[in-house]
T-cell receptor
């Protein structure tokens, strides 16, 4: 596998479910990001992990909980979501200290019923 | 004022046309600038980084004007395969990169 992979690619969940999104990067990067993309809105940065530490949390509700067990893996744990949380969730990675170029995974399209 | 602004379009152009997009940003401390391409229901893909001296990659040319705080992308001899949404992204370069994206400009190139 190369680049950034995400699973699942599609997810439908009820408001009371708990699910997790997984991201894995095979680029040797040391920073990872979660973004949310809703219709007619720009990409919104949710969380940043740099060198496995969470360095940014952009006022994201606590029903979204990130986890970064190592520099190659990133999770987004979801619980008691709302229908307005339906969106495309994108993971990205970059190398700290060189350029700022971020590379994205294919995303998970989430629908909350 | 929005941090990164782009004309949403769509820009409808015939094949072979030259088309230009602008992107303005509000934070004068911004250090890094990028253009991404996003196809419908797909992830953004890095098209090019934008350097202060400008840069060119084939039919694509990017320019940066820090004094006026805008970034531009020029596509020459546009092809139907160039049809996509073009996202401008700006970073403050704080070690890791915190990209702020515009909403994107949609381009439709007709054969």
């Amino acid at each position: 596998e190369t680049g950034v992979t995400q699973t699942p690619r599609h997810l439908v969940m009820g408001m009371t479910n708990k699910k997790s999104l997984k991201c894995e990067q095979h680029l040797g990067h040391n920073a990872m990001y979660w973004y949310k993309q809703s219709a007619k809105k720009p990409l919104e940065l949710m969380f940043v992990y740099s060198l496995e530490e969470r360095v940014e949390n952009n006022s994201v509700p606590s029903r979204f909980s990130p986890e970064c067990p190592n520099s190659s893996h990133l999770f987004l744990h979801l619980h008691t979501l709302q229908p307005e949380d339906s969106a495309l969730y994108l993971c990205a990675s970059s190398q700290v200290g060189l350029t700022s170029e971020q590379f994205f995974g294919p995303g998970t399209r989430l629908t909350v019923l | 004022r929005k941090e990164v602004e782009q004309d949403p379009g769509p820009f409808n152009v015939p094949e072979g046309a030259t088309v230009a997009f602008n992107c303005t940003y509000s934070n004068s401390a911004s250090q890094s600038f990028f253009w991404y391409r996003q196809d419908c229901r797909k992830e953004p893909k890095l098209l090019m980084s934008v350097y202060s001296s400008g840069n060119e990659d084939g039919r694509f040319t990017a320019q940066l004007n820090k004094a006026s705080q805008y970034v531009s992308l020029l596509i020459r001899d546009s092809q139907p395969s160039d049809s996509a949404t073009y996202l401008c992204a700006v970073s403050l370069n704080s070690g890791y990169s915190t990209l702020t994206f515009g909403k994107g400009t949609m381009l439709l190139v007709s054969p």
